[in-house]
């Protein structure tokens, strides 16, 4: 396998999951703004110019959920996904796509105004909205945490991606002070062995 990647992008849930299944894999590497990244051959792969995308022999996908689904489906063996008559499951569905539905948006946002965009084009009011929203999606994982340590019961693909997002959010400076369990579930996803090897590749 092979995963187009660059550091703190969602390829970097790709390279958490691959290395929490054990899975061999090559890593071709672009930092952000890489003109590589606009270049026809990697248009080619991935339309948008964008990363993760992952090549699986014949199978090319560039959406980071995606991904963790079909890494989970073909080459998981039954690992970190509930089965689907279990209880767990319509939880477990629910949060591997809250990340991308609700976290992510404000994320986003606040990653254009505050680091991309240029000084004098950046809107404090975005920001300030984008945070606020952040705060209320991050309020749901605090509520879903409760009498629970991950997710969807044990550590899942759930755990992949909206942690994933959760630890971006903390990183970018979420107030978490009265989110105790989100708090503490941030710390447990970042003392991971294969989250750290992620962070470092």
């Known amino acids: 396998m092979k995963l187009y990647y660059a550091p703190n992008t969602r390829a970097v ?8 299944l054990g899975l061999p894999y090559e890593i071709e590497r672009f930092t952000l703004g890489d003109r590589r990244m606009r270049a026809p051959d990697y248009l080619a792969v991935h339309p948008m110019g964008r990363v993760p995308t992952l090549v699986d022999g014949e199978v090319t996908l560039f959406e980071s959920g995606a991904i963790v689904e079909y890494l989970l489906a073909r080459h998981g063996g039954g690992r970190l996904r ?9 939880r477990y569905l629910q949060w591997l796509h809250y990340a ?20 004098e084009r950046r809107n404090p009011v975005n920001v ?50 009265d989110k105790p369990l989100a708090a503490a579930y941030i710390d447990r ?3 991971r062995p294969a989250l750290q090897r992620a962070w470092a590749t």
């Open 13 to 20: 849930r790709i390279v958490w999951l691959l290395e929490e």
């Open 189 to 191: 996803l970042n003392a």
């Open 82 to 90: 509930p089965a689907v008559a279990s209880a767990e499951f319509p």
């Open 128 to 177: 300030e909205r984008a945070t606020k929203l952040l705060s209320r999606m991050l309020d749901a994982v605090e509520g879903g945490l409760a009498g629970r340590d991950y997710l969807a019961g044990a550590f899942s693909g759930a755990d992949i991606m909206t942690g994933h997002a959760c630890t971006v959010a903390a990183r970018l400076g979420a107030d978490l002070a």
């Open 100 to 119: 991308e539905g609700m976290i992510m948006p404000p994320v986003n946002t606040i990653v254009v105004e505050t680091k991309l965009l240029a000084p």
